[in-house]
T-cell receptor
Framework: GAGVSQTPSNKVTEKGKYVELRCDPI?????LYWYRQSLGQGPEFLIY????????DSGLPNDRFFAVRPEGSVSTLKIQRTERGDSAVYLC???????????FGPGTRLTVL | GESVGLHLPTLSVQEGDNSIINCAYS??????FIWYKQESGKGPQFIID?????DKRQGQRVTVLLNKTVKHLSLQIAATQPGDSAVYFC???????????FGAGTTVTVRA
C-alpha cells in the first residue's frame, strides 16, 4: 500500500512569505506527527495529532508555526513570515496508534532565501 | 571497567565487514529505543527496536544491544553491503509517550 506522502518535495520561498506543507498519512492511521530536520542533525519533534486534534504542540518553535488536521487524515503545516532559520526538511510520520511504529514520509525541503 | 562505545559522526567500512554504530542516550525514563536508516532525500526508515526490559535483539543482519547502566545503545550490521550506506539514527521515547527524541546521526559509507 501507499506510504506517507508529502508535498511539495521542495519549496523555495523568500523571507517573510507564507508557506503550507502538506502531509498525507497512511490510510487509517489516526496518529500523525511533524518533525523538523536541520542539516546534519536528527529530526526534532514539532507537533502530534491524535485524530483531528493537536494533542501536543510543544515542539512548535513559535507562533509563526501552526498545523491543522481538519478531517483526521491530511495535515497541513503552516509557517507565517518565514525566516532563513526556518530552512530545513520537514518530515511527517503516521502510526496506527500513539505508541505504534512511526512511518515517515520523504519530507519537504524548505529553503528560505 | 566496562567500555562504552564512542559515538562517531562518520564510519567507513569495507564491504563484507561488520559495522558497529554507537549511540548514547540521556533520559533514564526512556523505555523504547529504535534505530532508523535514512538515505539521501528520504525519510527515516525503521530498522529494529528494543524495549528496556531487553538487552539484545536480533533481526535480519542487524543486532541491537542496550546497556541501561551506562545508557548506551549500539547497532551491529553483519556483512555490510553497499546498500547499507546511509545515515543511521537512534531514537528513544518514554513509557506511554509518543514523540521520538533522535540522537546525532552516524554516516556510514561502505567501500567496495
Amino acid at each position: 500500500g501507499a506510504g506517507v506522502s508529502q508535498t511539495p518535495s521542495n519549496k523555495v520561498t523568500e523571507k517573510g512569505k507564507y508557506v503550507e506543507l502538506r502531509c498525507d498519512p497512511i490510510s487509517g492511521h489516526t496518529a500523525l506527527y511533524w518533525y523538523r530536520q536541520s542539516l546534519g542533525q536528527g529530526p526534532e519533534f514539532l507537533i502530534y495529532f491524535q485524530g483531528t486534534g493537536a494533542a501536543d504542540d510543544s515542539g512548535l518553535p513559535n507562533d509563526r508555526f501552526f498545523a491543522v488536521r481538519p478531517e483526521g487524515s491530511v495535515s497541513t503545516l503552516k509557517i507565517q513570515r518565514t525566516e532563513r532559520g526556518d530552512s530545513a526538511v520537514y518530515l511527517c510520520a503516521s502510526s496506527d496508534r500513539p505508541s505504534g511504529e512511526q512511518f515517515f514520509g520523504p519530507g519537504t525541503r524548505l529553503t528560505v532565501l | 571497567g566496562e567500555s562504552v562505545g564512542l559515538h562517531l559522526p562518520t564510519l567507513s567500512v569495507q564491504e563484507g565487514d561488520n559495522s558497529i554504530i554507537n549511540c548514547a542516550y540521556s533520559n533514564s525514563a526512556s523505555d523504547y529505543f529504535i534505530w532508523y536508516k535514512q538515505e539521501s532525500g528520504k525519510g527515516p526508515q525503521f530498522i529494529i527496536d528494543i524495549r528496556s526490559n531487553m538487552d539484545k535483539r536480533q533481526g535480519q543482519r542487524v543486532t541491537v544491544l542496550l546497556n541501561k547502566t551506562v545508557k548506551h545503545l549500539s547497532l551491529q550490521i553483519a556483512a555490510t553491503q553497499p546498500g547499507d550506506s546511509a545515515v543511521y539514527f537512534c531514537a528513544e521515547k518514554g513509557a506511554g509517550d509518543y514523540k521520538l527524541s533522535f540522537g546525532a546521526g552516524t554516516t556510514v559509507t561502505v567501500r567496495a
